[in-house]
C-alpha cells in the first residue's frame, strides 16, 4: 500500500510522489514566538515530528525546514508592553519552544531560518511580484494585489475573492487598491524594527517571510507543506499567491495538523485555560505527555482533559511495562521492521489511532507470551513494539527516555518554569493579581511550589 495524505489543496486524498524520487522536502509553519508555548503549539511539533520519523522510515532523505516568526507585530507589543527589546522577547520565548521540543522528543528540523536572516530573499521576491504587475507600492508599504491574481486566489481555503474582507493587516488601509489586498512590507514606523529596502525602510510582511524561506532551502518547488488549520487562511493562501504569482510551483501537497481545545473551550488568556508544558509536567512525564499529543489522528479537533491524559499514561505505561518484562527475561532486543498493519495505517494520510491499536495489539500477545514462556515469541513481539514505539517516539528504551535521561531535562525545565515565573512577575507588576495567582496556583497544580523572597521568587519541586 502506497503512502497517501489528504491535500488541502485539492480536498482529497492523495498517493504521496515526491518531486525527487528517495527525496523529500518539507516545510512546516513554526513559531512566532510572542509568548511561550501551549500545548497546541508542542501538539503541532509532536505531529509533525511523527511525519518526519514515518518519511525517514519509509526510506525517504527528508530535508525538513521550520521557520521562526522572530518578528511581528505581536512580538513588537509585547516587547513594548514590557519595556524590553523586541528581540529579547523572540528570542527568550522561542528558546523556549526549542526546548518543549527537545523535552518531548521531537528531532531537530534540518534547518531552522528566521525571519530577520532572510530580508534579502524578501526583497528579491517582493522585486519579482512587481515587475510581474502582482505587487505595488504605497504610503511606504508594499502590496500584493489580489485582484491581479483573482481566477486563483481563494483556492485553497476554498473562498470566493467576491466574499472577502479586508486584509485588516496596516493602518494605512486608504492607501491599497483593494482593502483585500495585503501587505508584503510595511514602512517603518518610530521604534519599530527596519530594514533598508528599495521601496523605503520597513519590516516584513507576515506571509513574504515563509514564500522566501521555503523557496531558499527547498527549491522553488517542494514536497509537502505542513501548518495547522488555522493558518489555512489567511496565511498560507497569501504564501500560495505570492510565490505562484512570482513564477514558482511552490508546496505540492498541503498537510494541516487540527486544533486543541481545553474542556470544550478555545484556549484564551482571557478565559485563563492556557495549558502550558509545566502545567502537565506534575501530572505526567514527558513521553507519556508526548503519547497523549501524537494519539489522536493529526486532522482531528482535540480536546484537552486531565482524564484524557490520565487514559493516555495509562496506555503508554502498558507498553512500557510490556517492554521492561521481556527485556528482563529475553535481554535487549534492537527493534525490526515495523508490521504490515501498522505500516498501512501510517501510510493511510498518517493513521495514528490505527497504528497504535496495531502497537497495543502486539503488547497484548507479548504478554501473553511472556505468560506463557513462549520465548522466541517474546523476543519478536519486544522487536516489533520497539519497531512501531520508534516510529512514534515513544520507545521506552530509547535514550531520551531513561531515567538518566530525565534528570539531564532539569535545565529544560528550569527554563519552561522561569518562563512561568517572569510571567508572573509582570503581572504582579501591572496590578493583576488575579492573573499572578493563577500562574501560581498552576504551577502548584503541577508540582512546581513557588516561594516569594525578598531576592525574588524561588521554587522547588513538590516532595512526595
Known amino acids: 500500500m502506497s503512502l497517501r495524505f489528504y491535500d488541502t489543496g485539492t480536498r482529497s486524498v492523495r498517493t504521496f510522489e515526491p518531486l525527487e524520487e528517495g527525496r523529500v522536502g518539507m516545510y512546516v509553519c513554526g513559531a512566532t514566538p510572542q509568548a511561550s508555548p501551549h500545548i497546541g503549539h508542542l501538539r503541532s511539533g509532536v505531529i509533525y515530528d511523527v511525519l518526519l520519523r514515518w518519511l525517514r522510515a519509509s526510506g525517504y532523505e527528508v530535508t525538513f525546514a521550520r521557520n521562526v516568526t522572530d518578528v511581528d507585530d505581536k512580538i513588537i507589543a509585547v516587547a513594548a508592553e514590557r519595556d524590553v527589546p523586541w528581540f529579547a522577547v523572540a528570542e527568550g520565548n522561542q528558546r523556549v519552544f526549542t526546548q518543549g521540543y527537545d523535552l518531548l522528543g521531537c528531532l531537530p528540523p534540518t534547518v531552522e531560518p528566521r525571519a530577520t536572516g532572510h530580508v534579502p530573499e524578501m526583497i528579491v521576491l517582493i522585486r519579482r511580484l512587481v515587475e510581474k504587475g502582482h505587487a505595488y507600492a504605497a504610503a511606504g508599504d508594499v502590496y500584493f494585489d489580489v485582484k491581479s491574481w483573482a481566477d486563483e486566489y481563494g483556492a485553497l481555503s476554498n473562498q470566493r475573492l467576491d466574499n472577502m474582507r479586508s486584509a485588516g493587516d496596516t493602518p494605512n488601509e486608504d492607501a491599497k487598491r483593494d482593502p483585500r489586498d495585503f501587505a508584503l512590507w510595511k514602512g517603518a514606523k518610530p521604534g519599530e524594527p527596519a530594514w533598508e529596502t528599495p521601496w523605503g525602510d520597513g519590516r516584513p510582511g507576515w506571509h513574504l517571510e515563509c514564500s522566501a524561506m521555503a523557496t531558499k532551502y527547498l527549491g522553488a518547488t517542494f514536497d509537502i507543506h505542513g501548518g495547522g488549520v488555522d493558518l489555512i487562511f489567511p496565511h498560507h493562501e497569501n504564501e500560495i499567491a505570492q510565490s505562484r504569482a512570482a513564477g514558482d510551483g511552490f508546496a505540492r501537497y498541503w498537510l494541516h495538523n487540527g486544533l486543541l481545545t481545553v474542556d470544550g473551550e478555545k484556549m484564551s488568556k482571557s478565559v485563563g485555560n492556557v495549558v502550558l508544558l509545566p502545567d502537565l509536567l506534575g501530572k505526567a512525564r514527558p513521553v507519556e505527555v508526548r503519547y497523549y499529543l501524537a494519539s ?169
Do not use: C
Open 296 to 464: 489522536a489522528h493529526y486532522r482531528s479537533l482535540m480536546d484537552y482533559t486531565d482524564a484524557a491524559l490520565a487514559e493516555a499514561v495509562s496506555a503508554y505505561q502498558r507498553i512500557e511495562g510490556f517492554v521492561t518484562r521481556a527485556s528482563e527475561v529475553v535481554g535487549t532486543v534492537p527493534p525490526s521492521s515495523v508490521p504490515a498493519a501498522f505500516a498501512a495505517a501510517m501510510d493511510d494520510d498518517l493513521g495514528v489511532p490505527q497504528a497504535l491499536a496495531v502497537l497495543h495489539e502486539t503488547v497484548r500477545d507479548g504478554n501473553s507470551a511472556l505468560a506463557a514462556g513462549d520465548l522466541d515469541a517474546v523476543r519478536r513481539g519486544l522487536a516489533d513494539v520497539r519497531a512501531m514505539a520508534e516510529v512514534l517516539g515513544i520507545d521506552p528504551l530509547s535514550p531520551q527516555w531513561t531515567r538518566a535521561g530525565e534528570e539531564d531535562l532539569r535545565p529544560v525545565v528550569d527554563a519552561l518554569v522561569a518562563v512561568a515565573l517572569e510571567q508572573r512577575q509582570a503581572a504582579r507588576a501591572r496590578k493583576d493579581y488575579a492573573s499572578a495567582d493563577a500562574i501560581r496556583d498552576g504551577l502548584a497544580e503541577a508540582g512546581i511550589l513557588v516561594e516569594d523572597t525578598p531576592q525574588g521568587p524561588r521554587w522547588e519541586l513538590k516532595r512526595g
